[in-house]
């Protein structure tokens, strides 16, 4: 397929995942979350006490997988932007953490999650700290140098230009800003053929995901340094079900059995931060 193919399909299925709008699968960034706060805090995943704090529009359209405003150290009065904000959830979570004086820019290119976004927003009494635009993340409409930080929660994976994407977060970012994410990669280099399979079914998170080594070789070419992963979750057959059909079965096809057997153990959810130099480092 080509580039501009697998962005409109998954901008078709996100789409329609936003339009159902009701929780059809969970994501890892929730479902293993549990009661304790503190495993929580250290697996990079959402506590009990953030998932109910949120609206439940939100929630039932979470896809992410993991918890990027629960490592990134955000303070009152900085400038957020998340990548691929879907419903909102993390929006919501990070305008809470920046207010007073911050605000939460939220970009996703599927107008309906965007509609659900500021729905959740408006009830959570959170629209005079929150923008919504909707934009391929290769290009968004903000301009250069404006953000503290970046978080996106299981996004870049399927984007096919990744290098595109992170020089565009590099862009935007403040010097010394920094960037909060989770995301899925390969653990090792698979099988260019089983790859293949798994492309096939973009929207999944797995199909556009890459091996973790040249993953972070992107964000270095894009200039980030202080490149920290700080947690690391091997998805179980389960979640690596789910994630390889994201936002759901009814919405994108899973990929055959086999192939999933093959990648089990190899696909992990990662956390990490890393940092736009400033201009005398
Ligand atoms: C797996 S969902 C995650 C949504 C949200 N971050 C969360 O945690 O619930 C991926 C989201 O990224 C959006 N997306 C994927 N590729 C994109 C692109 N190239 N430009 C803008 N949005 C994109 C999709 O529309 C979808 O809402």
């Excluded at 994407?165 to 260019?192: H, M, N, Q, T, W």
């Excluded at 293949?196 to 091996?211: L, M, P, R, Y």
């Excluded at 040249?214 to 690596?240: Q, W």
């Amino acid at each position: 397929m080509k580039t501009q193919e697998i962005k409109q399909l998954i901008k078709i299925r996100y789409g329609k995942c936003a339009e159902a709008g009701k929780a059809t699968m969970t994501c890892c960034g929730a479902s293993e979350a549990g009661t304790n706060s503190s495993f929580a805090a250290e697996h990079g995943l959402y506590s009990t006490a953030e998932l109910s704090s949120v609206p439940e529009i939100s929630r039932g359209l979470s896809r992410g997988c993991g918890n990027p405003t629960g490592f990134a150290g955000l303070q009152p009065g900085e400038v957020v932007v998340d990548f691929g904000c879907g419903a909102g959830i993390d929006v919501i979570l990070a305008a809470r953490k920046v207010t007073p004086g911050g605000k939460v820019i939220g970009v996703d290119f599927a107008p309906q999650m965007i509609e659900r976004a500021q729905q959740a927003v408006s009830e959570a009494g959170l629209l005079d700290s929150v923008e919504f635009v909707v934009a391929d993340l290769e290009q968004v409409t903000v301009p250069d140098g404006n953000a503290d930080v970046v978080t996106s929660n299981c996004v870049i994976n399927l984007c096919p230009d990744k290098g595109a994407v992170y020089s565009e977060i590099f862009r935007i970012l403040k010097p010394g800003g920094r960037v909060a994410i989770s995301d899925i990669v390969y653990e090792e280099k698979i099988d260019p053929r089983v790859r293949a399979h798994f492309e096939k079914t973009w929207s999944g998170c797995v199909g556009g995901s890459i091996d973790e080594e040249s993953y972070f070789k992107v964000l270095d070419n894009a200039g980030f340094t202080e490149i920290e992963v700080v947690a690391r979750h091997l998805l179980r057959e389960t979640e690596l079900e789910e994630m390889a059909c994201c936002p759901g079965p009814e919405f994108a096809p899973g990929p055959d059995e086999a192939d999933l057997q093959v990648v089990q153990g190899k696909v992990a959810s990662i956390k990490f931060t890393a940092t736009k130099p400033t201009i005398n480092s």
